[in-house]
């Protein structure tokens, strides 16, 4: 394996490292005694309070108390909520096929339509076209989304009735979670109507989410076509006899791509941000709002957790990300 | 006066009249300026302008709509919300805390950020490597999930929601700083002012910081866009501005429940935060394409 | 064998066979740029038989570049072909539609380019750029394919063909990836190749070296070439006949040998003052033409080398020359009221120097 790529696998370790250190002192670095922002809002018995003091060894000294923190977490445990008393890892397990659900088929959406928007606009350079694609694209990327969401519920659920306001499916149906993703599951049980009631369901947030993501990939694909169908190898590619359509999506699609993916690597933290509000305005039964929600119950333990969780999550993406860089990017994979 | 003037005027100009001049010529950034600027001067000026204090509540007159629908009431021409206060005033003041805390975060982030970027960048070593393990930690977190730990920790209030979101934004302006910083510290004017023993902050802020402001730059204009938008997200969240304040986020969360009945009452907030981003990143769009740096897009 | 006889050898082959493989006619090339067009191109003419080399000589902005690549198809926003006629193999491309004209690109009729690192694709390796090729004009199977283009390969000189296919361009120098190109280029067999500026961009030793392979294509596939170059010192061991630009015109157009031995424009005699030679180095300026030439969209009436003329004459400045074919020759044409007659003797020496 190429050195740079040894060494890029290498830096997750101390990133990885300060989450974890950043979530231990969340806690700790609150104003107010740690324990009883464990213990919540309602208070504690004494014995609670020394047990609590006991398990989370608030007792120890703070560099034994982070040793301890890590090995848990390295062992998967990163405690339980206070509200339910089920540990954060199974939550977590629980809900997050929702948001995976709903981010793919986002970024899936975002995706279809914004590299054909980008080339498009890029192709027909200061047209009505690309300044259409161009004004659309920036009216999306400064989208208060929540608002937006606010929007296509007043239209389409309100005014028209065509959409379900909120959740991930009818309460009529009863469907075994085998998967978690429910188009799947759905599908699994046979039941079509169930099937189509969970598109249903999922049209307006994933629209919602997709957004952010679908005007900063088109912007990015406009601005890198625009780079390389400036480059010498596009006019030795119509030279060759070439159609204009391989030209575009062969020859110059190809290498705008590269800028591109990494850019769709990098929506995963926009994607996290935008599922935080998008399932709390849906009421969607994700990771998003359950991490808010827990914010505003004070359950700390689930907060700690979601948040090392999430960013382990962003960091791994991250990563693979910068690796399928070098490997679609033939000047970067040679290198020693 | 023709293109070929414009083009062989540039030869005389400073770099900065020579970026005016490229301003100048994008309409729509200059449109954004424009836009930005109403909204500020409204901002200052907003007592003046307002037909009602923000808060009063005119109770016999609850959810009036506006003026272009029916049974619009006189005098509140962009009507009322839930508890009868004037959406216009209202909408006048939360331009002040979008505003005002956009610019507030900004300089924060700026200030802390060209700091720790320039310590970075002119000290290297273990500190540099530090310091951007620090950064990509943060840069790993979503933006409005670290700013929800933050608020989780100190309390849900508008200043430290603005902390919050000035703690996102900063590792943005520490990398472009440090990036920056190292490119000019090889060129032959840095050590020209080595030479003339200039070191340390005098070196930073003399010398490498006027060649290095327009990335800075850029990057402000575009932050303050992301800034009004995470404030108003907060404020949407509870976890920002609380009511009865008038921030854009607050409105619209408060008046959520009466969309069906009052959709105004959601849509004209949601409007102003899109118009100010909207402007904000116009603006951005068209310094960049004038200064042309060589910063990544988003 | 010494330059000088291949020129002479070079010259017994011009236009004993008068049907033309290309035959470019009146064209022009506007660039449109703030509303405004400006001519990059003028009423271009010249020709070029089956087997002939013809170079087209001129300095950067005189028009070279953009003939050729109006000849290809490839004027692109904000370039607009205003008028012309490129008859190729009988059939004038400009008017086909460009799916019929790309039957022809690539195949009948090929282009390499000045700067051999960019101009192949960064994303696909010399094996897929090549075999493209293949694919796209040849009825040929994989492995046919594949075979083919290790044949090309080979001839274009880079020795391991099998490893060569697999690399990327930017494992190869500039020398090999003009070679590359060069590979792409023949690989139709194309009846004839345009080269612009085919080794401006590479080391003084690759150059002869990509010189010599195009010269040994040429001769092995009577291909017919347009060569263009800035360079009037390559020319006389390439080139058959020269057409030289001036400033989007066509001033002269004359056998190599000719052309060398009495140039009739003074701007084709002052390009080869101010060539190099033997001698220059003796406390002799090396010679330069007075003045700079004329900004693209600068309107002029008269004759466009007036300014920079050391012959000009009064009506020169007011009526613009026009092409004329020699009275004696009919194979050679000069764009100018007063033609050079008798610096035969002097220029001779100069060519001999230049070419020691």
């Known amino acids: 394996m190429p050195q740079h790529l040894l060494h890029r696998l290498l830096l997750v370790i101390p990133t990885f490292f300060g989450i974890v250190a950043l979530t231990f002192l969340l806690i700790r670095l609150a104003p107010g005694d740690p324990i009883l922002l464990i213990a919540g809002e309602h208070g504690v018995s004494a014995e609670r309070y020394a047990e609590l003091q006991q398990q989370f060894g608030f007792d120890q000294p703070l560099f034994i108390q982070f040793a301890d923190y890590l090995w848990q977490v390295l062992n998967g445990n990163l405690g339980r909520s206070v509200v339910t008393q089920t540990p954060v890892l199974e939550e977590f397990s629980n809900l997050f096929p929702a948001t995976l659900e709903l981010a793919l088929i986002a970024i899936i959406l975002a995706v279809l339509i914004a590299i054909p928007a980008g080339v498009l606009a890029a192709v027909k350079r200061n047209t009505i076209i690309d300044h259409s694609i161009t004004a659309v694209s920036l009216v999306g990327y400064s989208m208060p989304i929540f608002w937006w969401a606010l929007l296509l519920i007043l239209l389409f659920s309100v005014n028209l009735g065509w959409m379900p306001v909120a959740g991930r499916l009818n309460f009529i149906y009863d469907i075994e979670s085998v998967t978690g993703f429910m188009l799947i599951d759905t599908l699994i049980a046979g039941d079509k109507d169930a099937f189509f009631d969970a598109v249903h369901h999922l049209i307006l947030p994933a629209i919602v989410l997709a957004t952010i993501p679908l005007a900063v990939i088109t912007r990015m694909t406009r601005s890198a076509m625009l780079e390389v169908l400036k480059q010498d190898y596009i006019r030795t590619a119509r030279a060759k006899g070439l159609s204009e359509f391989s030209v575009i999506f062969k020859h110059a699609l190809r290498n705008a791509l590269i800028p591109v993916i990494t850019v769709i690597g990098l929506q995963t933290s926009i994607l996290m941000t935008g599922a935080i509000l998008t399932e709390t305005i849906f009421s969607w039964p994700g990771i998003g709002k359950w991490l808010l929600e827990a914010v505003y119950r004070r359950d700390y333990p689930v907060v700690q957790g979601g948040v090392l969780l999430i960013a382990g999550l962003v960091i791994l993406v991250n990563t693979v990300v910068d690796l399928l860089y070098v490997l679609i990017n033939p000047s970067l994979r040679q290198q020693k | 006066m023709s293109k070929a003037d414009t083009s062989t005027e540039i030869y005389d100009l400073t770099p900065w009249q020579e970026t005016w001049v490229k301003f100048r010529t994008n309409r729509i950034a200059a449109l954004g300026l424009l836009v930005l600027l109403i909204l500020i001067i409204s901002a200052i000026f907003a007592p003046l302008l307002v037909t009602h204090d923000p808060h009063e509540q005119f109770t016999d007159i609850l959810l009036a709509p506006p003026f272009w629908a029916d049974g619009s009431q006189s005098g509140f021409f962009l009507g009322t919300d839930d508890l009868g206060r004037d959406m216009f005033s209202r909408l006048i003041y939360g331009a002040r805390y979008s505003l005002f805390l956009g610019f507030a975060i900004v300089s924060l982030a700026l200030f802390f950020g060209v700091a720790i970027g320039a310590i970075a960048g002119m000290k290297r070593g273990l500190l540099e490597t530090v310091i951007l393990r620090l950064m990509d930690i ?134 102003a935060i899109l118009i100010t981003v909207l402007a904000s990143n116009l603006l951005g769009d068209g310094l960049r394409d004038a200064l042309d740096p060589r910063i990544d897009p988003l | 064998m010494s330059n000088e006889s291949s020129v002479m050898s070079r010259q017994s082959s011009v236009r004993k066979n008068p049907p033309f493989l290309l035959k470019v006619k009146n064209l022009s090339v506007d660039f449109r740029s703030h509303g405004k067009s400006i001519s990059a191109v003028e009423s271009v003419n010249y020709d070029a038989c089956a087997g002939e080399t013809v170079a087209v000589v001129g300095e950067s902005g005189s028009g ?78 994989h492995a046919q394919r594949h075979n083919r283009a290790l044949d090309l390969i080979n001839e274009v000189g880079i020795s391991d063909p099998v490893k060569c296919l697999k690399l990327w361009p930017h494992q190869l120098s500039g020398g090999m990836n003009q070679r590359v190109m060069i590979a792409m280029a023949i690989s139709c067999n194309p009846s004839l190749l345009i080269a612009d500026e085919p080794t401006t961009a590479l080391d003084v030793t690759v150059q002869a070296q990509i010189l010599d392979l195009l010269r040994s294509l040429q001769q092995k596939n009577n291909m017919g070439m347009i060569f263009i170059t800035h360079d009037l010192s390559v020319v006389s061991n390439i080139a058959h006949r020269v057409v030289v630009m001036y400033a989007g015109q066509v001033v002269e157009n004359c056998p190599t040998t ?15 003052k101010s060539l190099p030679t033997k001698n220059s180095y003796k406390n002799k300026r090396l010679y330069s033409i007075k003045g700079s030439p004329p900004k693209a969209g600068e309107r002029l009436s008269g004759c466009r080398f007036y300014s920079r003329c050391n012959y000009a004459k009064n009506n020169c400045r007011e009526e613009s020359p026009k092409l004329i074919n020699d009275l004696q020759s009919n194979y050679r044409a000069v764009r100018c009221f007063y033609p050079l007659t008798n610096a035969t003797n002097h220029m001779l020496d100069l060519f001999d120097d230049s070419l020691a």
């Open chain 2, 138 to 271: 943060m840069l790993a977190i979503p933006a409005i999930l670290l700013a929800i730990v933050i608020v989780a920790l100190l309390g849900a209030s508008l200043m430290n929601a603005a902390m919050a979101v000035s703690i996102v934004l900063l590792p943005h302006f520490v990398r472009i700083t440090r990036a920056a910083v190292i490119t000019e510290m090889n060129k032959d004017y840095v050590l020209s002012a080595k030479l003339d023993g200039s070191r340390g902050w005098k070196l930073l802020f003399q010398t490498l910081l006027p060649n290095i402001s327009a990335p800075l730059i850029v990057q402000s204009t575009l932050s303050f866009s992301n800034a009004i938008l995470d404030i108003a997200a907060l404020g949407f969240l509870g976890l920002g501005a609380q009511p009865p304040t008038p921030e854009w986020g607050t409105l619209l969360s408060s008046s959520r429940e009466f969309i069906e009945v009052a959709p105004w009452t959601v849509t004209l907030p949601g409007l």
């Open chain 3, 64 to 141: 070279k570049s953009v003939t050729a690549l109006a000849i290809m198809g490839l004027i692109r926003k904000p370039g607009i072909l205003r008028s012309g006629m490129v008859k190729f193999d009988g059939k004038d491309l400009l008017a086909l539609s460009s799916r019929q004209r790309r039957k022809y690109m690539g195949r009948n009729l090929s282009m390499i380019f000045q700067e051999p690192a960019t101009s192949l694709n960064p994303s696909f390796s010399i094996g897929q750029q090549i075999t493209e090729v293949l694919k796209l004009h040849e009825n040929l199977n």
């Open chain 3, 258 to 272: 000719e052309l060398f031995q009495q140039p009739q424009h003074p701007y084709t005699e002052a390009l080869l």
